[in-house]
């Protein structure tokens, strides 16, 4: 157990030891292309300079005193535009060449620029499905609930859940289950997709939210299906009977206090109905709005939304390390990021 770092207003008011810490970083978005701007034309995007943000992170990561136990990395790890320019695969292996001088696991979230760029076959064979790194413990029926019967490799979702140490788990969810990015068009996944993303959103651009009762429903959002929100379940269920707290990371806000109405999970009220049928879950990760945002939910949920590293200016930065305590998590944010002290308000 290490001592409780110097810094910051909730560590100052404690006197409980530091568990562990790992970093989070979101939106990197990386390609090698001018500057340019987002959807709406109101952020510019700082595409090249993206790499070497990542660089100075992981030189920050690799100088703290006590060694990370893995970093999140929570989505748009390249920018779409590389598909257009053909460079998916060197854009890509870039940005793994700086996170491989990293001295800690990465554990790796997938959103909707992976599926621009790649199909989830590719993502799945990639250096990108970082699920070997899952906790090997056995769960009864949610340890096998990605291998039923009749499933093929296509209409698979990517969600796996890890204890770093004991009474802590984390849980990746797969926001892009119910999708019509990265999917092939034959599969049930995709047409039930297409289907619901029709029925929600009329307008010609599905990537428009304009005049949407629900203006979630857009293209470049997803959702979880009943499967893996029942995996979800299952994992949680044995995370309350064995007491443990939890941190859910997923690359699309699910809570409206933490995002803008258009960068939510289509379906976040049914992932947020799983975890508020439970005591363990502290904590969930996002990225994807670039702004970022923070929201302590009705349930004591904290719902923290990274900054994005594509819309950070060069000379400022937007990654973190989260310090977790016995009775809180303190992230220590850089550049953008603000430091936050996030108590558990549970057992």
Not at 144 to 169: C, I, L, M, N
Not at 327 to 339: E, F
Request: proline residues 4%; charged residues 20%.
């Amino acid at each position: 157990m290490d001592a409780t770092p110097t810094w910051g207003p909730g560590a100052l008011t404690s006197n409980s030891e530091m568990c562990f810490s790992f970093g989070v970083i979101a939106d990197i978005q990386y390609a090698d292309l001018e500057d340019g701007y987002n959807f709406w034309r109101s952020r510019r995007r700082y595409y090249r300079h993206s790499l070497h943000l990542l660089q100075s992170a992981v030189d920050e990561w690799n100088k703290e005193d006590s060694q990370l136990e893995f970093v999140l990395q929570l989505g748009d790890i390249i920018d779409g535009f590389n598909a257009q320019h053909k460079t998916s695969e060197s854009a890509l292996r870039r940005v793994m060449n700086k996170f491989k001088k990293l001295r800690a696991p990465i554990h790796h979230t997938w959103g909707n620029h992976e599926l621009y760029n790649f199909t989830r076959d590719y993502l799945t064979k990639s250096e990108l499905n970082s699920k070997s790194l899952e906790d090997q413990i056995f769960l009864g029926s949610a340890a096998r609930s990605q291998d039923s019967p009749g499933d093929t490799a296509e209409e698979h979702y990517y969600a796996y859940h890890f204890s770093p140490v004991p009474k802590f788990r984390f849980i990746l969810l797969d926001a892009y289950d119910l999708s019509i990015l990265g999917r092939d068009k034959s599969t049930q996944k995709y047409q039930d997709s297409l289907k619901l993303l029709k029925e929600k959103n009329p307008n010609e651009n599905l990537n428009s939210p304009t005049g949407l009762a629900e203006p979630q429903f857009v293209e470049f959002n997803g959702g979880f299906s009943q499967a893996q929100l029942d995996w979800f379940n299952e994992v949680l269920t044995f995370s309350d009977t064995n007491q443990e707290r939890v941190v859910v990371v997923g690359h699309i806000p699910i809570h409206p206090g933490s995002t803008g109405s258009a960068c939510l999970a289509w379906n976040y009220k049914d992932a947020l109905s799983v975890i508020h049928s439970h005591q363990c879950v502290v904590c969930f990760l996002a990225g994807h709005l670039h702004d970022g945002g923070y929201y302590l939910d009705s349930h004591g949920v904290h719902h923290l939304t990274l900054e994005g590293i594509v819309e950070t200016p060069p000379q400022s930065q937007a990654f973190g390390t989260i310090y977790v305590y016995d009775d809180k998590l303190v992230l220590k944010g850089r550049g953008r990021i603000p430091d936050k002290v996030m108590y558990y308000t549970k057992h």
